[in-house]
């Protein structure tokens, strides 16, 4: 009944589970975010969580140990993010065309090592919730923000970390400079190249992260193409949230939420087809866009090579 859905209960549900489901998609936008700052778009996102995914998933299978999983999946982030900086900074590749080859990348590496090395689905234990002391003892509210897993309270602090080093420090500065004008910032002093790689790998790694906490911190599998292009969705976040990791939260959220609402709408067997309820969060998410990015002005820098004396 379409009734239940506005039950106490469901509607706690709902929110928790929206919390839940908006963490990979922080991980990857706020790196998304930082590279995009500095004046690089990075399509490969997908491809990098889903590498990230599986070795979190494999190492975490293997060793029994969570926490190993989550840095082998940053440290693959970090190589992938290495590689895209290597080909957009050094060899000026068209950043698009570069970003979709490093997605199918990632695309096909994971398939042919899950075939490799797992042949079928297994499943780990992932990471428990935590209650934090008294304030998960609060009524709905503390069922919804304060009695998630670790990897949810790390992406949401991503966010006002990510806002003060991009607003409150010499390094944001440099990398907001890069971002608007890289001829300017090398006449300063400012390595252009020193801070493309850094953001391009820091995405890479957040990337991974992302993947991670989808395999071993909210699904628990690893399956082939696991992210269902959840990495193209993280690049328009950042369009969506106007470069600002606030933005990016609320974009986040908005999608998570909705996404949590179709998934709620199926298991109270809602009356609605399921792949109009499955669309929603997609629509929704074209819809805002075109309303709002038209109003927003991208780093003028952005997917633009630099080359020193031209």
Known sequence: M??????????????????????P??????????????????LGVDGQMLLGAFA????????????????????????????????TVNLHAQQGIS???????????SDLLFKMLLGTVETVKGFTKIHIPYLSDIPIIGEIFFSQNAMVYGAFALVPISWFVLNKTTLGLKIRA?????????????????IRYFTIILGGTLSGLAGASLSIALLNVFQQNMTSGLG???????????????????????????????????????PIPSDIAVMLPYVLTILVL????????????????FERGR
């Open 232 to 270: 193209f969705i993280a690049v328009a976040l950042v369009y969506f949230g106007a470069w600002r990791p606030w933005g990016v939260l609320w974009g986040a959220l908005l999608f998570s939420m909705v996404n949590s609402l179709q998934l709620w709408m199926q298991v109270l067997s809602i």
């Open 25 to 42: 998609y922080l991980y990857a936008a706020i790196g998304e975010t930082f590279g995009q700052r500095s004046g690089v778009l990075n």
């Open 56 to 87: 979190a998933f494999y190492v975490a299978l293997t060793t029994g140990n969570l926490w190993l999983g989550l840095l082998a999946a940053a440290m693959v982030g970090a190589v992938m993010g290495l590689a895209m900086a290597f080909v």
């Open 99 to 109: 970003g979709i080859g490093f997605y199918l990348f990632g695309l096909g590496m």
């Open 178 to 194: 890069v971002g608007e004008n890289p001829e300017a910032a090398d006449s300063l002093g400012v390595s252009v190249a020193r």
């Open 290 to 305: 075109v309303a709002t990015v038209s109003r927003v002005r991208a780093p003028a820098a952005l997917t633009k090579p």
């Open 2 to 23: 379409i009734s239940n859905i506005f039950s106490t209960t469901v509607l706690v549900g709902i929110l928790a589970s929206g919390i839940r489901l908006a963490t």
